[in-house]
């Protein structure tokens, strides 16, 4: 497995390939979710290239960009064990030396969601991950559905910018308890580690009343709130009913629909999400 950190070394190894390549960005920090794009990537394409790079321009000043976690020696043989070809693990300077002023900015869907408590924040991913296009030149990239809005604007930046890229979304891996895995899950306490399964149960609760004919988005998140309400760690920050494409809020469920929320457990923000009616794809 190659490491690299020089976004020119990864192009010319690239180039000299022949065949397909998959491209799974990630932050590191790696958990089954992750490795499941992987295994993905790694069925779909000759080749396989993972980055590894915290990214500060997506982090907002009082965020989490310091204490990140940051296992790389523990990633890198995770990589290696899935049999990635190429480690793409850029320091800082090499994706914003000095100087760096151009960034690759969301239409309205970044508007919504995250993007409207998270100011910069899908700019500094479109930013990012058009850099990592750029130097790997994949056939295909995976990306998962814990980060809906993202997967959403990424797909939309693809079809925009004309990018040689497909883009795949894929489903989102979970503990057993049904808590989605997310590498910032490592920041609860036992307690609030026991509580989070909540989120599950309550989007849970909800796409049932969906299933039994619940179409009112009013009443869909409501389920959702009194779930959440149960557990008093849980703190709701959003929960919403949208359009898939647009993330515009919906009034009532016609087709498909991205119900999600974020559920505050002391200062760590868990997200979590399913497309009605469930078992839709994004
Ligand atoms: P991150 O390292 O958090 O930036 O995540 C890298 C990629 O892994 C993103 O495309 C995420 O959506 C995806 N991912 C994170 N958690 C999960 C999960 N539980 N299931 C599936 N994909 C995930």
Excluded at 17 to 31: E, N, Y
Excluded at 33 to 42: C, D, E, F, N, Y
Aim: hydrophobic share 45%.
């Amino acid at each position: 497995m190659i490491v690299a950190a020089d976004p020119r070394k990864v192009r010319r190894t690239r180039r000299a390939w022949a065949g397909t390549v998959g491209l799974v960005p990630t932050m590191g920090a790696l958990h089954e979710g992750h490795l499941s794009l992987v295994r993905r990537a790694r069925a779909e394409n000759d080749h396989v290239v993972a980055s590894l790079f915290v990214n500060p321009a997506q982090f907002g000043p009082s965020e989490d960009f310091t204490r990140y976690p940051r296992p790389r020696e523990r990633d890198l043989a995770l990589f290696s064990g899935e049999g990635v070809d190429l480690v793409f693990a850029p320091e800082v300077d090499d994706l914003y030396p000095p100087g760096f002023a151009t960034w690759v900015v969301p239409g309205p869907a970044g508007d919504h969601l995250e993007g409207a408590r998270r100011p910069g924040h899908f700019r500094g991913v479109l930013t990012v991950v058009s850099k990592l296009f750029h130097a790997v030149e994949p056939d295909r990239a995976y990306f998962g559905q814990k980060d809906a809005q993202q997967a959403v604007l990424i797909r939309r930046m693809a079809a925009d910018l004309d990018l040689a890229v497909e883009i795949a979304v894929c489903p989102i891996v979970r503990e057993e308890d049904g808590l989605a895995r997310s590498s910032r899950n490592a920041y609860l306490t036992p307690e609030e580690r026991r509580a989070a399964p909540v989120l599950h149960r309550a989007l849970g609760a909800a796409a049932s009343a969906h299933a039994a004919g619940e179409r009112d988005a009013a009443a869909l998140r409501r389920i959702v709130r009194d779930v959440l309400a149960s557990e008093p760690l849980a703190a709701l920050d959003y929960v919403s009913v949208a359009d898939p494409v647009s993330l515009a809020e919906r009034a009532s469920v016609e087709g498909r629909a991205l119900l999600s929320l974020v559920v505050r457990f002391g200062a760590t923000r868990l997200l979590d999400n399913v497309v009605l009616p469930a078992g839709e794809k994004l």
